[in-house]
């Protein structure tokens, strides 16, 4: 089969590339336009293997990705293609709304045009919207209203009633997943977890914002990828799964964690001007997933932190180049105020 990941050298598009190079024979093919968030040195690995193949282009672009769907004829897309930055969505609305939703409405009539066996569309648990900090009991199921807070979450929610629509009417294959915060190698600076580890190991201030008790429920990257290729070859199609693995931290707990590893001072913590709009807490209820796929996450906190750590200590050649690069100039914009 040819799988055609889209958005292949960001964070999790590129740990989903490895994963199935690793765990299947099929020929995967990377389409990623390599904005700020891609980095085509992510993928140096999976350009030597004879399975792997990589494609500059922009999902938006209906004449580009027609072409390419007809030369490379994808059985299976999985679109990881996105504007994923909650912050930026706040400065920028609209490259979010070209990105998400026109993006993911190219790949969709290019998949209706040319026949695919799936196409899977990787969305995420902040089109749920925020729970309450006092209401423990409370989770995301599949059935959870959309109600979004950023634009970042409100286009991601049009893609996702984009690719329902173009199931319903046209019956196109599709499944979506929708996953809690994810960390592991790859993760670009500019996201809590490298972006602390970072700044602490060069001594830097680590800003949280508000009074980082928002709550995340961190799942290790690599365990998402299983996820996801478990929905892509066995899920039902125009199905929903959620993803995640009952793993709520505070933001303080996270960065508190991180300064105990590094033995670094808690004094680099600054509490900064809070996020406008800033989601409170995310719970995903994993129960359709572990009970349909049997899957379950098997990287423990401690242990997938222990390795993201690591991995920033062994790797700093790879993010040392980001943020001397225009990185910087979006770190000066904005942090320096807060
Ligand atoms: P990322 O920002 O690290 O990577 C996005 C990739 O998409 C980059 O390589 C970028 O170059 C590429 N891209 C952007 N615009 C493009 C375009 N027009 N055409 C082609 N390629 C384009 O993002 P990520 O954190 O790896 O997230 C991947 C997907 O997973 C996103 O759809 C995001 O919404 C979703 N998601 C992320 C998380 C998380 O914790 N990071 C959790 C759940 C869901
Ligand atoms: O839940 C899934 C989502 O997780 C994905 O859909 C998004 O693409 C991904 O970016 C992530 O969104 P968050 O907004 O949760 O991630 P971020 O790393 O930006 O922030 C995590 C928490 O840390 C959030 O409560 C804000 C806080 N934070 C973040 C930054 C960058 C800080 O306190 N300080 C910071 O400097």
Redesign the pocket.
């Known amino acids: 089969m040819n799988i055609l990941v889209?958005?292949?050298?960001?964070?999790?598009?590129s740990n989903f590339i490895y994963y199935e190079l690793a765990a299947h024979e099929d020929k995967v093919i990377c389409?990623?336009?390599?904005?700020y968030?891609?980095?085509i040195s992510t993928l140096s690995t999976a350009m030597q293997n004879e399975k792997f193949k990589f494609i500059k282009?922009?999902?938006?672009d209906r004449v580009f990705v027609y072409d390419l769907f007809k030369r490379e004829k994808p059985d299976i897309v999985v679109?990881?293609?996105?504007?994923?930055?909650v912050d930026r969505s706040i400065e920028t609305p609209e490259i979010f709304l070209?990105?998400?939703i026109i993006?993911t409405g190219v790949l969709l009539d290019a998949c209706r045009k040319y026949g695919i066996k799936r196409y899977h569309q990787?969305?995420?648990?902040e089109v749920y919207g925020d729970l309450p900090l006092d209401r423990p009991d409370l989770f995301f199921t599949e059935d959870t209203p959309l109600r979004t807070s950023s634009p970042y979450s409100a286009s991601?929610a049009a893609a996702d009633l984009l690719v329902q629509a173009y199931h319903r009417t046209y019956g196109l294959p599709v499944s979506i997943s929708?996953?809690?915060?994810?960390?592991g190698p790859y993760?670009?600076p500019e996201?809590l977890i490298p972006l602390m580890i970072i700044n602490a190991l060069n001594d830097k201030q680590l800003p949280i914002y508000g009074t980082g008790r928002n709550v995340r429920d961190w799942l290790y990257v690599e365990d998402?990828c299983q996820a996801i290729d478990l929905i892509v070859r066995k899920g039902q199609e125009g199905e929903i799964y959620n993803v995640g693995g009952h793993n709520e931290k505070t933001n303080l707990q996270v960065v508190e964690m991180i300064l105990k590893y590094l033995h670094k001072p808690y004094e680099l913590i600054k509490f900064v001007t809070d996020r406008p709009g800033h989601d409170r807490r995310y719970a995903i209820n994993p129960a359709k997933i572990n009970d349909e796929l049997d899957w379950q996450p098997k990287t423990r906190f401690n242990e997938g932190m222990k390795k993201t750590i690591k991995w920033y200590l062994a790797h700093r050649d790879w993010w040392q180049k980001i943020i001397d690069g225009s990185y910087k100039d979006y770190y000066a914009k904005m942090y320096e105020d807060k």
């Open positions: 889209t958005g292949g050298a960001g964070f999790i598009g389409l990623d336009l390599l904005t968030a891609g980095n282009g922009d999902i938006t679109n990881f293609a996105a504007e994923s930055h070209q990105t998400n993006g990787v969305s995420t648990d991601k929708r996953c809690s915060n994810n960390y993760h670009f996201k998402h």
